[in-house]
């Protein structure tokens, strides 16, 4: 199987390459950190895969574009879109520099890499596209905005896509991970519910890829919990979001 998967260099990303590297596909991992890149790549070959390492700020629209062009020119069984970044909890707003970065980052640069790929997927009439989102994408705190709605706006593409793609047989799934031990969580200064190892969270994604579930939150305690806040009165809604968000911006 041929496995696309971006910031590939760290985290979920360099997780999620070792661990299709032991089923011996051929991967393609693509990051802007080329030593760490080259690192995950050798230790994925060690492993049995083949590998292709692309170099490549995913900012980079142009380049993206290009990318996804010469992507597209082989089959693509799978591509799963990690590549994302956080700039903290803060109380204060959010300089527009950083929302920028953020909305390029986790949500235009996806359509710039897939845009090409997409008639590819429906040409071939089979593929998989994997969006890795994230439960803030299903409730704004106040001291996150810029986050949650770069996520939430990846969730409401991924849902358009997967209408789009379904009936040529490709299938569009929305992963949505709490709180995973990664570079951007170890940034966190408060409790973090529910946390979760590199590996739990990599083997529950897995899994839902495996299992090709098109919309999958977890932990499913952490979802429920925002599920029954999102049904709370607005009032009480209110209170609670702002004790326990202002109270670790602070």
Avoid at 30 to 56: N, W
Avoid at 134 to 144: D, E, R, V
């Amino acid at each position: 199987m041929r496995i696309i998967i971006t910031g590939a260099s760290s985290g979920l990303g360099e997780a999620l390459a070792l661990h299709y590297a032991r089923e011996k596909n051929d991967l393609v991992l693509i990051a802007r950190r080329e030593k760490k890149l080259q690192k995950v790549a050798e230790e994925c070959l060690a492993l049995g895969a083949t590998v292709e390492i692309i170099i490549a700020d995913v900012n980079d629209f142009t380049l993206m574009n290009s990318i996804g062009e010469r992507l597209a020119s082989e089959k693509v069984d799978r591509i799963i879109l990690n590549a994302g970044v956080s700039v903290g909890h803060s109380g204060g707003v959010t300089p527009f520099d950083d929302f920028h970065r953020l909305f390029q980052t986790n949500f235009l640069s996806l359509h710039a890499l897939l845009e090409p790929i997409i008639p590819k997927l429906i040409e071939q009439k089979s593929g998989e596209i994997v969006f890795i989102s994230s439960l803030a994408s299903l409730l704004s705190m106040p001291t996150s905005i810029a986050y949650s709605s770069s996520k939430r706006a990846l969730n409401a593409y991924a849902e358009g896509l997967r209408y789009q793609l379904k009936p040529y047989g490709v299938d569009v799934m929305t992963i949505l991970p709490g709180f995973i031990d990664s570079e951007m969580t170890q940034k966190n200064n408060f409790t973090m519910p529910f946390f979760l190892s590199t590996e739990q969270g990599v083997k529950r994604i897995t899994n839902a890829i495996a299992k090709k579930k098109h919309f999958y939150p977890f932990p499913l305690r952490f979802y429920l919990m925002i599920r029954f806040i999102q049904l709370l009165p607005h009032p009480l809604r209110d209170k609670i979001i702002y004790f326990t968000n202002f109270k670790k911006g602070s």
